[in-house]
């Protein structure tokens, strides 16, 4: 029986991260894994997520294919645009990390409180991550987008039948995409490349 994780094109547990690196295609193919996370959530109120995540997603990827060479690496790919007034791609990875941050935490919590529904699971997530980065008009979208989260049950049943082989990928795909989003947040931190963007 195949679960969510088997079918991902690319799990955050394989993407290459080579002297604290990341591989910046390999990221790009792990994130649109990632969004499809969100199809399983089963209501549109989603699809802002979806949309912003992807739309970001984008901005990177032409980078990618504009300069192969100086884009190898996420962290490679920020500092070609350094210097430059465009910082298209290095925006869009400030903001998909921070979506990432947000889904790590969403599913951390989830983990880690059998308890708990995924309504609470991803507003506490929420609160804690992206929606000190959003204004006004966007906070009341995301707000109605945890509230409509599907119950915790049928979510991991969505995942795979076979719930004991779900919890086993989906703890290494957590821990690995934790550590992805935490060298990537710490590398906009060390360098203050988030500046204005």
Same mark, same amino acid.
């Given at each position: 029986?195949?679960?969510?994780?088997?079918?991902?094109?690319?799990?955050?547990?394989?993407?290459?991260?080579?002297?604290?690196?990341?591989?910046?295609?390999?990221?790009?193919?792990?994130?649109?894994? !990632?969004?499809?996370?969100?199809?399983?959530?089963?209501?549109?109120?989603?699809?802002?997520?979806?949309?912003?995540?992807?739309?970001?997603?984008?901005?990177?990827?032409?980078?990618?294919?504009?300069?192969?060479?100086?884009?190898?690496? !996420?962290?490679?790919?920020? !500092?070609?645009?350094?210097?430059?007034?465009?910082?298209t791609a290095t925006q869009g990875l400030l903001w998909l990390s921070r979506g990432l941050q947000f889904t790590s935490q969403a599913m951390r919590e989830t983990i880690d409180n059998p308890s708990k529904e995924l309504t609470v699971t991803f507003t506490d997530a929420y609160s804690k991550t992206l929606s000190q980065y959003h204004g006004m008009l966007v906070k009341p979208i995301f707000k109605l987008a945890m509230k409509a989260c599907p119950y915790r049950k049928a979510f991991f049943e969505k995942l795979g039948?076979?719930?004991?082989?779900?919890?086993?990928?989906?703890?290494a795909w957590l821990k690995a995409l934790e550590d992805i989003v935490k060298i990537i947040l710490d590398f906009f931190?060390?360098?203050?490349?988030?500046?204005?963007?």
């Open positions: 029986m195949s679960t969510f994780f088997d079918e991902m094109k690319k799990s955050f547990a394989d993407v290459p991260v080579t002297d604290g690196k990341i591989d910046t295609a390999s990221f790009l193919e792990a994130s649109e894994s !990632l969004v499809k996370l969100f199809d399983l959530l089963g209501s549109s109120a989603f699809q802002v997520v979806q949309k912003d995540m992807t739309g970001n997603i984008t901005k990177i990827r032409t980078k990618l294919l504009a300069d192969p060479a100086g884009s190898g690496t !996420l962290q490679d790919l920020v !500092l070609s645009e350094a210097n430059t007034k465009t910082k039948a076979d719930q004991t082989k779900v919890e086993e990928q989906l703890k931190v060390s360098g203050n490349y988030g500046k204005g963007l």
